[in-house]
T-cell receptor, first 117, second 113 residues
Framework: GDSVTQMEGPVTLSEEAFLTINCTYT??????LFWYVQYPGEGLQLLLK?????DKGSNKGFEATYRKETTSFHLEKGSVQVSDSAVYFCALYYNHLSGGGADGLTFGKGTHLIIQP | DARVTQTPRHKVTEMGQEVTMRCQPILGHNTVFWYRQTMMQGLELLAY????????DSGMPKDRFSAEMPDATLATLKIQPSEPRDSAVYFC???????????FGQGTRLTVV
């Protein structure tokens, strides 16, 4: 079935450092890909998304590119801030209705990011 | 400001009691997800509805969990009887037909003692 693998955390960086959080996926079709962010005590919020190969999603200085050839959607940011400390989830969605099988958003296990001043 | 509303935000109950969690999806959204989040398992999909019909509830323990959508503005997740291993944060999310984005509620933190 569909699955998402992302790097284990916690990831600890200093303020203004470069961030990469790796995400790879397995899917039977061509899914849409998402990064969600969860701040303490809150639900998940969509950070960015990409719906087809070579699309680049970007928001708040974060970006990720949908790479079909490597089945990856790595999250990057050039200069992180303390306020970026949160848990980041990579996810995919593939509508199987036309081809059968399970449906729904599939999430990775999350990467806890800690940014130190 | 459209948002998914979940009630209650926190629930502490004794083992064996019935627990009902409620979710009001964003008006106009026809897709509703229920997820459970724990440290060990991360986010697990429990059930998934489209146009109020269950499409996938394979992630839900059928003997004690049930999910329904009595109408388009309300989704419920019920546990009967509850057990300590059910302690987790339960999230509801809603989206449009092709799920270009899923909007999450703030979750219900359930503690079963």
């Amino acid at each position: 079935g569909d699955s998402v693998t992302q790097m284990e955390g916690p990831v600890t960086l200093s303020e203004e450092a470069f961030l990469t959080i790796n995400c790879t996926y397995t899917a039977t079709g061509y899914p849409s890909l998402f990064w969600y962010v969860q701040y303490p005590g809150e639900g998940l919020q969509l950070l960015l998304k990409a719906t087809k190969a070579d699309d680049k999603g970007s928001n708040k200085g974060f970006e990720a590119t949908y790479r079909k050839e490597t089945t990856s959607f790595h999250l990057e940011k050039g200069s992180v801030q303390v306020s970026d400390s949160a848990v980041y989830f990579c996810a995919l969605y593939y509508n199987h209705l036309s081809g059968g099988g399970a449906d729904g958003l599939t999430f990775g296990k999350g990467t806890h990011l800690i940014i130190q001043p | 400001d459209a948002r998914v509303t979940q009630t209650p935000r926190h629930k502490v109950t004794e083992m064996g009691q019935e627990v009902t969690m409620r979710c009001q999806p964003i008006l106009g959204h026809n897709t509703v997800f229920w997820y459970r989040q724990t440290m060990m398992q991360g986010l697990e999909l429990l059930a998934y509805f489209r146009n109020r019909a269950p499409l996938d509830d394979s992630g839900m323990p059928k003997d004690r969990f049930s999910a329904e959508m009595p109408d388009a503005t309300l989704a419920t997740l019920k546990i009967q009887p509850s057990e300590p291993r059910d302690s987790a944060v339960y999230f509801c999310a809603s989206g449009s037909n092709w799920v270009t984005e899923a909007f999450f509620g703030q979750g219900t933190r359930l503690t079963v003692v």
